[in-house]
């Protein structure tokens, strides 16, 4: 039993199910498969140039007030960061290779952490090297891993799968027979469903 | 205490807080506000024609899939109607004169009932005639006010308000204080809100 975690690092409510998912997946004994992949592709052929939440100010601004809430409900650090929505490529190309490796949901929490629990700006190689020094991990191989051709063409490869999902926003949970949950709003209810299939 | 609910007819997240939100206030002993409103002047004012749910396919495919497994749930009927979005014009303006009566709680219900639960098409006059009448109500009166301009006024100068409170959506939450809450999924959370007002 899996559970397949789509996330983007840009995401505000990715962040509020990132900071949760692997506690929910320990307690109900089924695996999270962290998938980063970004958004950006899917909002600019549904016509946007930025996230709903710059493109519609009252969504945008509603969003901030309720993710803080969400915050306070679930006891999460919350920084509005600067810069939004931020550029988490590097991040999840990143992301992409630990996947195979077992460090993802580690770095994938210190990177959101950063971001909207301390306000910093993620798309500074800097404080990327810094997460994956902490991590004990070899931030300069695998930066220049993260910029190979091999490496940019499988993250992009992914696109294929998430259409044939039907993604079009995140967070979003996939389970095992292709039912599908959008939102942090439906994490709970995607476990559920992924445990009757047992 | 008390917590306003915008709805608009519709509106299928509405569909599953409209039958709930009586019983949830009911049980917390905070009085409900039912206040029907039409979204397509925002939804115009954001770019779109028509619904979100037919603007983005991907979105409105995962909706009816969304709202079907949330009725099961709750235990609500579910049958989706051909046609959709639906004209609730006449539905909202007679939910509104209903407001100072104290009938727009069973009406509405009803409407929802007929749309959402079966399948049904709640712009044709005969349906919306037949709940008024099994409420007991003069449906021939009721429609000579709904098509009067006092009532239509008094139904548009709403937009102020809604605009006053930010509203982009429904259903929406506003507590005494103006803090709001969009979807049925914050339904709890803002009567737990207006409850902390006390």
Do not use: H
């Not at 505000?12 to 998938?35: H, N, P």
């Not at 930025?50 to 409900?73: A, I, T």
């Not at 599908?180 to 209810?189: I, K, L, N, S, T």
């Amino acid at each position: 039993m899996a559970l397949a975690f789509w996330y983007e690092f840009a995401s505000t409510y990715s962040y509020l199910a990132a900071m949760r998912v692997e506690e929910e997946g320990r307690s109900r004994g089924i695996e999270v498969e962290w998938r980063p992949f970004l958004l950006g592709p899917i909002f600019k052929r549904q016509g946007w140039e930025s996230s709903p939440f710059e493109v519609y100010p009252l969504k945008g601004l509603y969003m901030w007030r309720d993710v803080e809430r969400q915050c306070e409900r679930y006891g999460l650090p919350f920084m509005r960061p600067e810069d939004f929505p931020q550029n988490g490529l590097l991040a999840a190309r990143l992301a992409f290779i630990g996947c195979a490796e077992g460090w993802t949901p580690a770095f994938s929490s210190a990177v959101y952490q950063a971001e909207f629990g301390e306000g910093q700006d993620i798309s500074r190689p800097e404080l990327l090297a810094g997460i994956l020094i902490d991590l004990v991990l070899d931030a300069d191989a695998l930066f220049a891993r993260a910029g190979s051709a091999e490496v940019k063409a499988a993250f992009k490869a992914q696109g294929a799968e998430v259409e044939r999902c039907g993604l079009f926003g995140t967070p979003s949970f996939v389970a095992s027979d292709g039912e599908f949950f959008w939102g942090d709003d439906r994490m709970e209810q995607a476990f559920e469903w992924e445990a009757r299939l047992g």
